[in-house]
């Protein structure tokens, strides 16, 4: 494999004609050589915009064809989609991850020559693999079709994310969850929530405050259950300076426990909007609820250090408060904050057990 240029390695590797030792070697060189890295990518994004945009031409314009041929029952159409499918799905699989590859170096070329004012803060949304989004997405649609053509087929699929955070339901009455705004703000088509059995339910956007980085869901879905009264209370006063708290949140697919303490009273830059907390956090706890060992929710997290381990930030709960007050002057006047008394007494266990069915990942797309 040595005598072999970095271009036909790449037309091999996109053809699936490597052997599984080739592909092993390959995938550690590309996770330890930056140069053969980098060399390889540019060789897949050349060979591919060369010689595989026809397919993928001619792979939407059959799409595109399929709607209204399915509306006059044209099954012929839908087959020669299919089988196209069957033959290309490799090739386009690939293809498609060429987009993030760019995605990702834009993004960093912007980042460059535009920084942001809160340039050490990250936002802690996990995003998914856009190119396993992609890939999935024509895969679903595939399906689509295959159901159209046979009805016995059909069947409720889960919506395929682009990106998980963590909310928490703050009144179990009429089913409003909090989370942050810049989370809301990744959902351009579809947003669900998803307990932790695996079940994903309708939401909408009642109310953001970009200021407060706060966003309340309302769960406006006939399969959710109402659950009883939620078992922590919403502090109204500020925390104390090194007081203990433990979160709950998403950070991968099921709840991850942690624990910490307020480490400053302000945020970052002295913000007096959040709590500074000792903590670790990951990509998909942005929107997990702080919770004090008293059991009274204390904040909601929404950012880390980027040069900081483990300091993260937190909106103060009495910013909750202001949000639904201002929420239900405008619409939703039945939302109420039903957080009111704790019934978190015992050990920590106990305590997580009877929150953890109020958290919900946060998904869309």
Known sequence: MENISIIELAEKWMDGKLSESDRASIDHRLKTDPEFEQAFTESITLISTLH????????????????????????????????????????????????????????????????????????????????????????????????????????????????????????????????????????????????????????EVAYIHQDHDLAILHIKDPNFKTLAPIPFNLKKETAELGESIFTLGFPKQEIVYGEGYISAINGYEMDPVFYQLNTLTKDGHSGSPVISKQGELIGVISSKETNGEGVAFAIKSQYIWEAFEEMKKTSFPEAKISARQSFLKGDRKAQIKKVQDYIFMIKGN
Request: hydrophobic share 40%; glycine share 4%; charged share 25%.
């Open 52 to 203: 595989k945009q026809a397919e993928l031409n001619a792979f939407r314009k059959l799409l595109k064809s399929c709607s209204s041929s399915a509306i006059q029952g044209n099954f012929s159409t839908q087959a020669k989609i299919i089988q196209f499918w069957i033959k290309n799905k490799k090739t386009i699989a690939v293809a498609a991850s060429i987009a993030i590859v760019v995605s990702v170096g834009l993004s960093t070329a912007i980042q460059q020559f535009n920084p942001e004012k809160n340039k050490h803060l990250r936002p802690l949304v996990e995003k998914l693999k856009e190119q396993d989004v992609k890939y999935r997405t024509l895969e679903r649609e595939i399906g689509k079709i295959k159901n159209d053509s046979d009805p016995s087929n059909a069947k409720n699929t889960k919506l395929e994310s682009t990106f998980r955070a963590t909310g928490f339901l703050i009144d179990a009455s009429n089913n409003y969850l909090i989370t942050n705004a810049h989370v809301i703000r990744e959902a351009n088509h579809q947003l669900v929530v998803e307990n932790n059995e695996g079940e994903q339910f309708n939401a």
